[in-house]
Protein backbone atom coordinates (compact mmCIF):
# COMPACT_ATOMS: atom_id res chain seq x y z
CA UNK A 1 0.00 0.00 0.00
CA UNK A 2 1.37 3.60 -0.59
CA UNK A 3 1.12 5.43 2.78
CA UNK A 4 2.20 8.90 4.00
CA UNK A 5 2.54 9.80 7.69
CA UNK A 6 0.49 11.99 9.96
CA UNK A 7 0.59 13.17 13.36
CA UNK A 8 -2.24 12.09 16.08
CA UNK A 9 -3.44 15.86 16.54
CA UNK A 10 -3.93 16.71 12.77
CA UNK A 11 -7.35 17.44 11.65
CA UNK A 12 -9.14 15.11 10.04
CA UNK A 13 -9.22 17.80 7.08
CA UNK A 14 -5.53 17.83 6.62
CA UNK A 15 -6.19 13.70 6.69
CA UNK A 16 -9.03 14.13 3.86
CA UNK A 17 -5.82 15.87 1.54
CA UNK A 18 -3.55 13.91 2.10
CA UNK A 19 -5.37 10.57 1.58
CA UNK A 20 -6.01 12.22 -2.41
CA UNK A 21 -2.56 11.07 -3.06
CA UNK A 22 -1.77 8.04 -1.03
CA UNK A 23 -3.88 4.72 -0.16
CA UNK A 24 -3.52 5.19 3.88
CA UNK A 25 -1.77 7.68 6.57
CA UNK A 26 -0.03 5.59 9.03
CA UNK A 27 -1.07 8.25 12.05
CA UNK A 28 2.22 8.74 14.73
CA UNK A 29 2.15 9.81 18.45
CA UNK A 30 4.52 11.71 20.08
CA UNK A 31 7.27 8.69 19.77
CA UNK A 32 5.55 5.94 18.77
CA UNK A 33 3.26 4.84 15.72
CA UNK A 34 -0.58 4.35 16.65
CA UNK A 35 -2.84 3.76 13.87
CA UNK A 36 -3.43 3.65 10.96
CA UNK A 37 -6.22 6.15 8.98
CA UNK A 38 -8.01 5.28 5.34
CA UNK A 39 -10.47 7.10 4.05
CA UNK A 40 -13.23 5.29 5.20
CA UNK A 41 -12.31 6.38 8.65
CA UNK A 42 -12.64 9.90 8.60
CA UNK A 43 -16.72 9.95 9.44
CA UNK A 44 -15.29 8.78 12.68
CA UNK A 45 -14.86 12.40 14.19
CA UNK A 46 -12.37 14.04 16.05
CA UNK A 47 -8.78 14.30 14.85
CA UNK A 48 -6.45 11.44 13.07
CA UNK A 49 -5.82 10.13 16.56
CA UNK A 50 -8.94 9.40 17.63
CA UNK A 51 -10.15 8.02 14.33
CA UNK A 52 -7.17 5.82 13.13
CA UNK A 53 -7.79 1.77 13.11
CA UNK A 54 -5.50 0.89 16.38
CA UNK A 55 -5.69 -2.87 15.10
CA UNK A 56 -1.82 -2.88 13.82
CA UNK A 57 1.06 -4.35 14.89
CA UNK A 58 4.81 -2.90 14.26
CA UNK A 59 7.51 -5.00 13.01
CA UNK A 60 5.82 -8.55 14.36
CA UNK A 61 7.44 -11.90 14.36
CA UNK A 62 5.49 -14.42 12.16
CA UNK A 63 4.16 -16.12 15.20
CA UNK A 64 2.83 -12.75 16.83
CA UNK A 65 1.12 -11.98 13.35
CA UNK A 66 -1.31 -15.44 13.26
CA UNK A 67 -1.97 -14.99 16.90
CA UNK A 68 -3.15 -11.56 16.71
CA UNK A 69 -4.39 -11.54 12.93
CA UNK A 70 -4.21 -7.68 12.97
CA UNK A 71 -6.10 -5.30 10.57
CA UNK A 72 -2.60 -3.51 9.30
CA UNK A 73 0.86 -4.68 9.55
CA UNK A 74 3.43 -2.05 9.82
CA UNK A 75 7.42 -2.55 8.89
CA UNK A 76 9.87 -0.18 10.14
CA UNK A 77 13.39 0.32 9.28
CA UNK A 78 15.28 2.14 12.02
CA UNK A 79 12.21 3.25 13.81
CA UNK A 80 11.00 4.94 10.03
CA UNK A 81 7.90 2.66 8.70
CA UNK A 82 8.88 1.55 5.29
CA UNK A 83 5.85 -0.77 4.53
CA UNK A 84 2.26 -1.04 5.02
CA UNK A 85 0.43 -4.12 4.54
CA UNK A 86 -3.39 -5.71 4.72
CA UNK A 87 -2.71 -8.23 7.83
CA UNK A 88 -3.84 -11.93 7.68
Given at each position: ????????????????????????????????????????????????????????????????????????I???????P???????
Open positions: MHFSTIGAEDSLDEAKMRLKSVDALIVWGDDIILGVLLEEHLSRGGNCGSACELDILVDPSVEKNMIWRPKFITTDDGEVMLSHGP
